[in-house]
């Protein structure tokens, strides 16, 4: 059995902030979602590409374990809507396939849709616009963390411009019932572009993740991936919901 960390992804390229927890059980995962999804427009920037999270974790005694890895394949069209189908990795090493979930957001129509192509079923969130944030909670003096930032230049990702950003929150002692300051990097690279993220990477004591865009095509995708397949039950959802992927 295995328990996939939380992979929280930017709205800045998905039009949407959700969340997917997977749990391994021999050739079978159970994807758990959590979405609250936002009703956003990305239009007239096409592309399709695959988006690799590598993650590893790291041991007191400073052990660095790769963790399976996630690869997003990802298709926008000039109507913002996206098509991602999430494949990720076997726990054990060495061990063959994997598990493939795919995902739809069609701002068009106003729905997030979740795949589950083992019972022919569709789940379809309704999209809306999150309440705005209320006022920033002011955290005691004690537990607040200092934040710095820094600009890392611009540079190519795989034929595209992007624009780079180095973020070092610096957290105090007491500030996570911890005995010792410690510090979370954040580098971004931001493509204007594509409206989005195409690489990134987060490091702390315990983990050390970078995900990267791959595989850059700006043509228009084909069309009818952007739509539930005919033939799908459609199941409406709020909240949370799981749905089964057999390996492939």
């Not at 996630?70 to 060495?94: C, F, H, L, N, V």
């Not at 309704?126 to 002011?138: E, I, M, Q, R």
């Not at 989005?196 to 990477?201: A, D, F, L, Q, W």
């Amino acid at each position: 059995m295995r328990l996939a960390v939380v992979c929280l992804l930017s709205s800045a390229a998905f039009g949407q902030l959700r969340s997917i927890q997977t749990e391994q059980h021999g050739d079978v995962m159970t994807a758990t979602i959590t979405a609250k999804v936002q009703r956003t427009f990305t239009k007239g920037s096409p592309f399709s590409g695959d988006m690799v999270v590598e993650r590893v974790q790291i041991m007191g005694d400073g052990t660095r374990i790769a963790r399976p890895r996630r690869i997003y394949k990802m298709r926008r069209d000039s109507q913002g809507r996206t098509r991602t189908e999430i494949w990720e990795a076997p726990y054990q090493p060495g061990e063959s396939g994997g598990f493939t979930l795919t995902e739809i957001h069609d701002p068009m129509e106003g729905f997030y849709y979740v795949l589950d192509e083992q019972n022919r079923v569709t789940h379809r969130v309704l999209l809306a616009t999150l309440p705005s944030k209320g006022p920033p909670t002011v955290a005691s003096s004690k537990a607040r963390p200092e934040r710095s930032s820094e600009s890392l230049g611009a540079m190519d990702i795989e034929g595209i411009h992007a624009e780079g950003t180095k973020t070092t929150i610096t957290f105090p002692v007491g500030a996570a019932d911890d005995d010792r300051p410690y510090i979370e990097i954040q580098e971004s690279w931001y493509s204007p572009e594509l409206k989005m993220v195409v690489r990134s990477r987060f490091s702390d004591l315990a983990r050390d993740d970078t995900t990267k865009l791959i595989n850059v095509s700006r043509a228009e995708p084909e069309g009818s991936g952007f739509k539930p397949p005919a033939g799908y039950t459609i199941v409406n959802e709020e909240g949370s919901f799981k749905v089964i992927v057999k390996r492939q």
